[in-house]
């Protein structure tokens, strides 16, 4: 497999493949714990779990699970579901936050129906996703569960307090997309590597692959927000802007302008924002940092022999920073 002659079709089709039976597993272990006797309550969980789309973080424990051990077990498999619960109540959240209006291509949860429906559904899924890792009886996974958790909300509490000011720093951006991105995928991996009985060092390794490649993968999402429409993303174009937020390829934009030169036709107008030289210099310069965590996070998989599961991640790594949505 070689990135440079595949398409991210392609690799989605050869991925889908690769884990069919494993992902089948996973979405059976979702379904089975999202049952219940209430038709409105299904009517929701039904409507939020066509929000899944590419399942990377089920991906990344299966494969990483696989990598060391050849083979994913029951555990993974539920392990990747209550990872995907979690994925799935902070988007529900956050497009309350953002008060968007799609996801992938689809009505979000308080458009279709309202807020306190979005914001209970979220807490729903929360609780059943800690339900489902704690009857793994596996409590470091709990534990581990529980605290990237925590990291993952704190990162969108910090979110929050960043605005189009002049006062937020690269180190504040960081710090807020390996909370709120990085960890969960840094989490999916460790995981993977602790059903696989993994030993500390290859659990150390395919934690820093997940949290590097989380990391680019917010990078990538954050120039696709400024620069892609909401018929490319199947969400709303330009959330970041119309919210407040300063991301990294207006962060570096920052740098070579002003603020006040950059928005003088106010944050809303993003095609004559992408037109201005600063944040085409911003966009290109944030890819290449993105880029750069990638080529580390793939370093971090030589400590583990070659095999289909690596040449997977390694690709996923790849198409990161290259994908369009």
Not at 22 to 30: G, I, K, R, S
Not at 102 to 118: C, M, Q
Request: include cysteine.
């Amino acid at each position: 497999m070689n990135a440079s002659t595949l398409s991210a079709s392609d690799l989605k089709k050869q991925l889908l493949e690769h884990l069919q039976g494993d992902l089948q597993a996973v979405n059976e272990v979702m379904r089975r714990k999202l049952e219940t006797r209430s038709s409105f309550v299904s009517d929701v969980t039904q409507h939020v779990s066509r929000f899944q789309g590419k399942q990377i973080r089920p991906m990344l424990l299966l494969l990483t699970s696989r990598m060391i051990s050849g083979r994913a077990d029951r555990n993974a498999a539920m392990l990747a579901a209550s990872v995907e619960m979690i994925h799935l109540a902070t988007l529900v959240h956050d497009d309350v936050i953002d008060e968007a209006e799609t996801r992938r291509h689809v009505t979000t949860v308080h458009r279709r129906w309202n807020t306190e429906t979005s914001v209970l559904l979220g807490d729903y899924l929360f609780s059943k996703s800690f339900h489902l890792a704690a009857s793994t009886g596996d409590a470091e996974a709990c534990r581990l569960i529980g605290l990237a958790t925590d990291r993952t909300c704190e990162g969108e509490l910090n979110q929050s307090a960043i605005r189009v000011d002049g006062s937020t720093t690269e180190t504040d951006y960081f710090r807020i997309i390996r909370d709120k991105t990085g960890q969960l995928f840094g989490l999916s991996c460790l995981l993977g590597a602790r059903t696989a009985d993994g030993n500390t060092a290859q659990q150390k390794a395919a934690r820093r692959f997940g949290m590097r490649l989380g990391m680019a993968f917010q990078i990538a999402d954050d120039v696709l927000d400024l620069t892609q429409t909401t018929a490319e993303t199947g969400k709303d174009a330009g959330n970041d802007l119309q919210n407040g937020r300063l991301t990294l390829p207006l962060l570096r934009a920052c740098q070579l302008a002003s603020p006040e030169t950059l928005f003088r036709n106010g944050a809303n107008d993003r095609e004559s924002l992408c037109e201005v030289e600063a944040v085409q210099e911003g966009i290109r310069s944030a890819l290449e940092t993105a880029e750069d965590l990638v080529t580390k996070s793939i370093r971090d998989l030589t400590h583990f022999p070659a095999s289909a599961d690596r040449s997977f991640l390694e690709l996923i790594a790849t198409f990161a920073v290259q994908r369009r949505s």
